[in-house]
């Protein structure tokens, strides 16, 4: 007797990141491998699925359709319904089909992949040391996207017609480059020029091997990568390095280093497995490692640091230089300082000139802006700094449905961020919203973010300060557009981003601590505890308010921060301090009238301006040169001295229902070290010590009041890694359930997802 099998037919939708990563070849393989018929398409929402066979195979299939998907895809979800058999005669891949008003979740640029690499070193291969290989597992995916689905027609790589072999490796469904959408070879792919800073074409017979020598001969190269151009030169040259920073602008500020293997960034640096694993990740960012005293890297790279910021390459022409070169090379945005990075050749002849010797360039267009992503591994945890390139435009998942919204961010390390069901679309960092350069960078990115995702906002977000670039955008939107817009404070979105980025609702105690942000009060708040969940908050505690003298000038002297909040303490100017010799009897004079008349000399309740005063106070430094420089030098100092156990007094003083952190007794303190000749490096681990008891203490006080046990921190004054290496395990030694940031940076790049979350939660 002959035993029939039924035939069932199962119709599959998979969403998450499942296009421009070999997910169909992937699924038509697993079929034949299943014996299903049927057939599977891309479309603007999802990958389809008809597999119709015996029903045990196609159970089989639908599991091994999770486990074992490519490497480079994410599922999201899964769905499976019945349907009638199609009596299929075959498994096939059918073109792509748009739908109006869906949407796709888009791959990051990944880092190029092993097969990759062994074919551009390999002299037999048709793409032997050709910089724009790629496949289905590695190359350009978001920075190339103008529209889904992604099909190459939908690139900046439609303008490139392949070759027949490119061609029929396209075609292959058992072929790695089965619809890799950038498929290209020397024969009909991209290509690179080389130009003089003038414009003039460089003619050589090879390029990568002029650019080495050029690179050796300490010149200053302008580079096009995946996302905008970057600034390379010799990181063992003083001559090279410093002339690049004159040219940029940038003095002081750390520049990153690219190096050829995770063997070289382990002669450089102390790497640990988590780091090394981060390092030669897909996302492959820039990770900030503890920099070898016997390192060449010269000093300059990152002055004053312990902390070197190290990449691998992640695009073939990095690969091929850094071998050409045989240099650890500084890779720097293509940029002035605090302009957006150079996109297209024009605009980096133009704006890169004054910097650049020579620009090696190529044809292919770049449709996003895209700077490389900064992270470090701390308490064991992979933790942004500032995500972009390999991490975004992958969404963050909420903890709930949400409408759509954008919300605009902030003034410094601006992202915006656009939701949709549960999806936050957090952007590649923009940058300082300083010039108007930035702001049409911002603009247009809004723009491609709106028609990848089919994003149109009911609700726009902003931070509550009136002056910041993004909130006067916002008002102008929303007025434009007729769409309500919703001011959200500025800590209160640090902490809804931190609890967004944990997947956790609240309530929580909120510790919310960095440099400026406007307080509801109309002071400018930075030292904040609160109570918060996605709705509201309350501010059960916070340091105590101190005037800033010279406001903006404060923030770029904190020899002024440090003289304003001894005179507003009525502690005496003892002159024998080291910060007397940063001003003049003039100023001093101008700055005890700002402070007793309450002219120019904004309140303030910041931990980061409490970090600039103490530093200054110590003579460490009195003017900064970039953000957070006086903060950073006070954290690299107290790692020297970090067996220090002591601390400063402080005093919790109770108003109402309100605490208010008193600092006289710290400030007097520390003088007091000062003129005793306590060293500098004591000095900083003592002060440490004391912001970690302040948490620890007013958390506590909060809990016994309010019994929440869950604890938040957030703010850029946690990217000190000390702070956190001794505060996490002090909270929850003391019984503390604590969140920080794994998603999102804790600093600013944070905050238009907490300004989504909070607006969506008062609108539901």
């Known amino acids: 007797m002959v035993k029939v099998t039924a035939i069932s037919l199962s119709r599959i939708s998979v969403r998450g990141v499942v296009q421009g990563v070999g997910f169909r070849p992937f699924v038509y393989q697993l079929a034949i491998r299943h014996n299903l018929h049927g057939w599977v398409c891309n479309t603007s929402e999802d990958v389809k699925i008809e597999a ?339 991490y975004a435009p992958y969404p963050i998942r909420l903890p709930f449905k949400s409408r759509q919204i954008l919300g605009c961010g902030a003034e410094e390390k601006n992202t915006f961020c656009l939701t949709r069901d549960n999806y936050a679309f957090v952007s590649q960092h923009i940058g300082d919203m300083e010039n108007l350069e930035t702001l049409e960078h911002y603009v247009n990115t809004i723009t491609l973010y709106k028609k990848l995702f089919r994003i149109e906002p009911q609700i726009i977000a902003c931070d509550m300060h009136p002056e910041y670039l993004p909130t006067k955008y916002a008002k102008e939107l929303a007025e434009q557009e007729k769409i309500k817009l919703v001011s959200v404070q500025h800590h209160h979105a640090h902490i809804a981003s931190c609890l967004a980025d944990n997947g956790v609702k609240g309530p929580v105690i909120g510790v919310s601590f960095d440099g400026t942000g406007y307080g509801t009060d109309g002071n400018i708040w930075g030292g904040e505890f609160m109570v918060a969940d996605f709705k509201k908050f309350d501010r059960p505690a916070y340091l105590e308010y101190l005037p800033l003298a010279g406001g903006a000038q404060a923030i770029r002297k904190p020899y002024r921060t440090a003289i304003g909040y001894l005179l507003a303490l009525g502690i005496g100017l003892d002159k024998n301090l080291p910060l007397f010799k940063y001003i003049k009897k003039s100023e001093l004079e101008i700055i005890k009238e700002q402070v007793a008349k309450g002219v120019n000399a904004p309140l303030t309740s910041s931990m980061g301006r409490l970090f600039d005063a103490v530093t200054a106070l110590t003579g460490i430094r009195g003017i900064i040169e970039y953000e957070a420089q006086a903060a950073i030098d006070l954290e690299m100092l107290a790692y020297i001295a970090a067996d220090e156990n002591g601390s400063y007094p402080f005093a919790l003083e109770q108003h109402d229902s309100t605490s208010v952190i008193r600092l006289h007794d710290l400030f007097t303190a520390i003088i007091k070290d000062v003129l005793n000749k306590t060293s500098e490096a004591v000095i900083a681990a003592r002060f440490h010590n004391t912001v970690v008891h302040m948490i620890l203490e007013t958390c506590q006080d909060i809990s016994a009041k309010t019994s929440i046990i869950k604890v938040a921190l957030s703010g850029g004054v946690f990217q000190n890694r000390l702070l956190v290496r001794k505060t996490l395990p002090l909270l929850e030694s003391a019984g503390f359930e604590v969140y920080t940031h794994r998603q999102v940076p804790c600093n600013d790049g944070g905050i238009s997802l907490g300004q989504v979350v909070i607006a969506n939660t008062n609108e539901v």
């Open 52 to 390: 119709e066979g015996n029903k045990q195979d196609i159970e089989f299939f639908i599991n091994d359709l999770r486990e074992q998907a490519p490497p480079m895809s994410y599922i999201e979800e899964i769905e499976v319904t019945a349907g009638r058999p199609e009596d299929y005669a075959k498994f096939e891949i059918r073109p792509s089909v748009p739908e109006a008003g869906k949407y796709q979740l888009i791959s990051p640029d990944i880092a190029t992949c092993p097969d990759c690499l062994r074919e551009i070193f390999s002299p037999s291969d048709r793409r032997y040391r050709y910089p724009f290989t790629n496949c289905t597992n590695c190359g350009p995916r978001f920075t190339i996207i103008n529209d889904i689905p992604y099909d190459r027609p939908n690139t900046t790589m439609k303008s490139f017609q392949m070759c027949p072999e490119c061609q029929k490796e396209y075609n292959n469904p058992f072929d790695r480059r089965f619809h890799a959408q950038p498929n290209a070879c020397p024969v009909c792919g991209p290509q690179l020029e080389l130009r003089i800073a003038q414009g003039v074409r460089v003619d050589t017979d090879d390029i990568i091997k002029k650019v080495g020598e050029l690179l050796k001969n300490g010149k200053i190269i302008a580079i096009k990568g995946l996302g905008g151009f970057l600034l390379a030169c010799d990181a063992t040259s003083d001559k090279a390095v410093n002339l690049l920073r004159l040219r940029k602008n940038r003095p002081a500020k750390p520049l990153a280093i690219m190096v050829a293997t995770i063997e070289e960034a382990e002669r450089h640096c102390e790497v640990d497995e988590d780091e090394a694993k981060l390092l030669t990740s897909p996302g492959s960012p820039i990770v900030l490692m503890k920099w070898k005293t016997e390192s060449n890297i010269f000093q300059s790279v990152a002055p004053g640091l312990k902390y070197l910021g190290v990449m691998l390459p992640y695009t073939p022409l990095h690969h091929l230089l850094l071998k050409e070169a045989g240099l650890p090379l500084v890779m720097t945005s293509g940029n002035l300082s605090e302009e957006p990075i150079a996109r297209d050749n024009d605009e980096a002849l133009k704006r890169l000139s004054g910097i650049a010797d020579y620009f090696l360039m190529h044809n292919r267009d770049i449709y996003a802006r895209y700077d490389d992503s900064v992270m470090i591994v701390e308490q064991g945890i992979p933790r942004f700094t500032r995500r972009a390139r390999g």
